[in-house]
């Protein structure tokens, strides 16, 4: 039996980036405690192939590209008329770029600004919206990064992206506190999926430098970020808002 304190059933949630990766993680779990998932992704075939394994019944996938505003402004009008309301946003859209800050790409640089900072100010503008005009607020949540705080070489794009985010969510927080929405962020250490094991992790140098600064020594898994997520969208969190949650095992004390 759900602790009625970390209650997430018959919530409306959107995860935003929810195809594969965290945000797939996390949707399962949250589908498991009775939440009703809206998975919104540019891999909308993914997407809506995710949405099957989902627990329970009332979710729904939908095309979702969270660099264009009108995408953007579509999935929360369809959301408002198939599910009538939006409890949570739960925003796992994040894409990483890694080179020497001299060697970046112009390109690469405007793209992880664009969906790792613009695109969460999108999302969170149209969720704002939406559950100003309805009763109870409603609870926004980011995934940061620990990049907000410590410093890796090649990351002259990631790291900025997301202290960014980091800000965004302490401002909104501040602005919409009194309508009963909170805004905070959970910033991960390296988790362990199918994606950071092919790419950051296979190289065998980078695999043991990132492991040696977990003071934890291990790499995190994508369970290790539900229960905060489920602090920050349950009756638990609802006076916590404006924070980053570092679940790092120790990264960012070092």
Not at 131 to 159: F, P, W
Not at 178 to 194: D, E, F, H
Not at 218 to 225: I, S, Y
Request: with cysteine; charged share 20%.
């Amino acid at each position: 039996m759900t602790d009625p304190i970390f209650d997430v059933s018959d919530r409306v949630v959107l995860v935003a980036g929810g195809a594969r990766g965290l945000g797939l993680e996390l949707a399962k779990g949250l589908a498991q405690r009775g939440a009703r998932i809206v998975l919104a992704d540019s891999l909308t075939e993914e997407a809506a192939e995710a949405v099957s394994q989902l627990e329970g019944s009332g979710h729904f996938s939908t095309s979702l590209d969270v660099t264009d505003e009108q995408s953007v402004e579509d999935v929360f009008q369809l959301i408002r008329s198939r599910a009538g309301r939006l409890d949570s946003l739960l925003n796992s859209a994040g894409i990483a770029r890694f080179a020497p800050a001299v060697e970046m790409s112009s390109e690469d640089f405007v793209q992880t600004m664009a969906v790792n900072v613009t695109g969460a100010f999108y999302l969170s503008r149209c969720a704002a919206r939406v559950m100003m005009a309805q009763d109870g607020g409603g609870q926004i949540v980011h995934l940061a990064s620990v990049s907000s705080r410590v410093v890796n070489e090649t990351y002259a794009a990631y790291s900025p992206s997301k202290a960014a985010l980091a800000q965004l969510v302490r401002i909104l927080a501040m602005e919409w506190a009194r309508k009963g929405i909170t805004v905070n962020a959970i910033g991960p250490a390296v988790i362990r999926t199918p994606m950071t094991e092919t790419t950051l992790l296979a190289d065998p140098e980078t695999r043991a430098y990132a492991l040696a600064q977990i003071p934890m020594g291990r790499f995190g898994e994508p369970g290790d970020l539900l229960g905060s997520a489920l602090l920050l969208m349950s009756p638990a969190g609802r006076f916590i808002t404006g924070q980053t949650i570092y679940v790092d095992g120790g990264r960012t004390l070092k």
